[in-house]
């Protein structure tokens, strides 16, 4: 395992002398969800959607349904059946639910806090073809093309369109909670896509890609992204040591060592008596990508207190940080809601 691991960092620490390019580090943080009332609505229903030709309210339902954060349900969808059962009894259309008035009294029946639903607006799709004139090489003279064979090739085209009306009704009030057109285009070329979907399923998949927007607007999610790190300590009288054990913290971090590199970072600065704000900034990345965004905050801001003038990676850091964490908050607030 010990020897594994040294070849990985033998291998890391190549990549890094030989690369020009700055390493970075993929960074995980919590999003809030866009439509912050559904915080307290977790308890939803899913009509059947007029002119639903292709299934979208059976997708919303689905992805709403199997969302997971942290391992956790985060919405609690009533069954369809009961829902037709009410319908049924009630005497009720569909299409009857786009009444805010209906929405309520039938979401209160089954015990929903919400009811979701909409209509297909439009949905359309085009298949085509098209003849191109192409030419290759038969035959080469230094370099030089002397032969070449003339052909034709079909090419295949579709072009779907689907735009859908999605409302989200709060069956206490009556109010709508969200209401919005989505849209969604394709265009496929075989000649210069490769395989093209065919009409239907290319609105299929229109359908589900609405789907996966809106059900992305409801709930808090996790977001990835890279920060750049500082690969030189800026300080003159560092010696070869130091700058060998800041080299190893930064092969570790390629590794995905995350708490192997902060031990080594937080000695270093101590030998270093914190002066130095490339140690700092990078410790403070190391503590970000584990999650730890105060610890970041203080060492973001300890590494500019610590430059003479402004570093980009330093400022962006600073603003950075200050929206994660607020973001984070909100996130937590909207997870715990009840």
Known sequence: MKSSLKLLLRASAVVLLMSGCTQKVRIKALDPAQVAEMATKKKVAISSFKNDKYGLSGKIESQIAKHKLDKKRYFTVVSRK??????????????ELMDEATVTKVGKMIGAQAVINGEIASATAQSGRYREERKKCLKYVKDRCVQYKYYTVVCETTQAEVSANINI?????????YGDMLNKEYNGD????????SKGQALNRLATAIASEFVYKLTPHYIYFNVALLDKIELENVTKKQEKTFETSLVY???????????????LLDELDGKSFVVVYVLGVVNEAQGKFDKAKKLYTMADDLTAEPVDEINLAI?????????????????NAK
Not at 82 to 95: F, G, R, T, V, Y
Not at 169 to 177: K, L, M, P
């Open 190 to 197: 075989s000649c210069k896509n490769g395989r093209v979907l």
């Open 82 to 95: 009961d829902l037709n059962k009410i319908m049924a009894e009630q005497k009720l259309q569909s299409s």
């Open 319 to 335: 603003t950075r940080i200050d929206k994660l964490i607020s973001k984070r908050k909100e996130a937590k607030q909207q997870m």
């Open 253 to 267: 971090i390629k590794a995905g060592r995350m708490d192997k590199a902060e031990k080594l970072l937080q000695g």
């Open 169 to 177: 009704v709060d069956v206490e009030t009556g109010s709508i909670i």
